[in-house]
């Protein structure tokens, strides 16, 4: 299926554990151990397009006990996204995809991430999938991203706040 791509340009949010703050824009945690939207081994940078979304992102399976956050949010200028928030595609995006990885089978959304890198698309708009989302909570994850255009994703830290390692 050949998709059709867009241009991003906007601020997206960021919740992660502040053990990483110093490298928010790393993509290493997803390459470890794989997400929805990228096998193990390959960097993918999560982003929500509200503060709230990304946060509920975050706590996934701590929903009864906060858990300490940095949140970050980043300028956008990215060319080749696909938007399947409006866009019907042939996979389960919902899957339970970490208790497939976890029998030893590979995620349908594995295959779409297949099959959009093979169109070099950089980054997927989906809604999020987290527990208490709707619709109305997006996502975007990045695949390729640089501090410049066409793939721009900057963390917004003009008081240079972000500890370094």
């Keep these: 299926m050949k998709f ?16 990483w703050s110093y490298d928010p824009t790393s993509g290493k945690g997803a390459a470890r151990h794989g997400g929805r939207f990228n096998p193990r081994g390959a960097k993918a940078l999560y ?9 509920l992102e975050a706590q996934q399976g701590f929903a009864l006990k906060f858990q300490p956050l940095t949140i970050c949010a980043y300028n956008i200028d990215c060319t080749d996204v696909v938007d399947l928030t409006t866009t019907p595609v042939p996979y389960d995006l919902g899957c339970a995809w970490e208790e497939l990885t976890d029998l030893g089978q590979r995620p349908p959304t ?16 989906v809604r999020s ?37």
């Excluded at 594995?110 to 708009?125: G, I, K, N, T």
């Design 47 to 55: 982003t929500s397009e509200d503060f709230n979304t990304a946060v």
């Design 129 to 165: 999938f987290a527990a208490n989302s709707t619709p109305a909570n997006i996502n975007i994850i990045f695949w390729d991203w640089a501090h410049t255009p066409p793939h721009k994703v900057v963390v917004i830290d003009d008081e240079k706040r972000l500890r370094k390692p």
């Design 110 to 125: 594995w295959a779409l991430y297949d099959e959009l890198r093979a169109q070099a698309v950089s980054a997927v708009r």
């Design 4 to 19: 059709k791509t867009i241009h991003y340009q906007g601020v997206v949010y960021r919740a992660h554990n502040p053990r």
